[in-house]
């Protein structure tokens, strides 16, 4: 999936014209209760976010699954040091150089609970950039005070990692077609090459765009319009049910 993906289900799903602040105080407030919440409270909200994004945005849920695939390798790896334990502790495991090592039950609760809270974590973001484009939650983030060079980093880099995706993938398609990977060497120089050609393309570009924005008048700020949004009632009661409901959970539920 590419940013542009993104862009698409941001500006195309159901809850695209709700209320941006109430989609970023509800993904705060899930953030929150993902990350101090364990075991079934935070499953079920696993299971609430998909729920939203596929039954209230439209989103469809292998768009969801797709997303949560890429950091899960980067979460694996974490979570092995996690559940491989070395000395008596083992509950699983095998005899090496005369000590035992293994899995332990206790090592395997916490990678899963800590697993658990990672993919909430990174759901509650996944809801947001989802159903809301970007200009929306910087009008948010603006409104709350947030400096200006902050936001405009924000949108610049969120506007050129794509554009940078695109050229990187271009190279490499052009590189391979060249047989530029046909061995570990030839990969080697390839990718060299590759890092060279896009940090030289990413700096011109860089240079014609602050070119481009000083001949229009550009003073240090980007003056972007906010769209105005209508709070109703109704919108606010579909997003503090639940929301109610989680943090009854996690107060109550020990």
């Known amino acids: 999936m590419s940013g542009l993906d993104l862009d698409f289900w941001a500006y ?8 941006p602040g109430m989609k970023v105080i509800f993904s705060l407030l899930m953030l929150g209760i993902g990350l101090s919440g364990a075991g079934p409270r935070v499953l079920l909200l696993l299971l609430g976010l998909m729920a939203a994004l596929s039954l209230e945005a439209g989103i469809p849920a292998r768009v969801y699954f797709r997303l949560l695939a890429w950091p ?39 990678a899963i609970e800590a697993g658990l809270r990672s993919l909430a974590a990174v759901s509650c973001l996944y809801f947001l950039i989802l159903t809301t484009p970007l200009p929306a939650v910087l009008g948010v983030l603006r409104r709350m005070a947030v400096p200006m060079l902050v936001l405009e980093m924000a ?22 077609a060249r047989g530029g990977y046909g061995s570990a060497r030839g990969a080697l120089q390839s990718l ?53 409901l989680l ?7 020990g």
């Not at 980067?74 to 899995?103: D, H, K, Y």
């Open 12 to 19: 195309h799903n159901r809850l695209a014209g709700v209320h």
């Open 155 to 176: 949108a610049l880099t969120y506007r050129y990692l794509f554009l940078l995706g695109r050229l990187t993938r271009g190279i490499y398609t052009s590189q391979v």
């Open 192 to 244: 060299g090459l590759l890092a060279g050609q896009v940090w030289l393309i990413a700096h011109r570009r860089a240079q014609v765009l602050h070119t481009a924005l000083l001949a229009r008048g550009y003073r240090d700020t980007l003056l972007v319009p906010l769209r105005e949004y209508r709070l109703s009632g109704a919108v606010v009661l579909r997003f503090a049910g639940p929301a109610v």
């Open 72 to 110: 899960l390798g980067f979460l694996l790896a974490g979570l092995l040091a996690l559940v491989l334990e070395s000395g008596p502790g083992v509950t699983w495991g095998v005899c090496v150089a005369g000590t035992r090592v293994g899995v332990a039950a206790t090592g395997l609760v916490r």
């Open 247 to 253: 943090v009854l959970l996690r107060v109550f539920g």
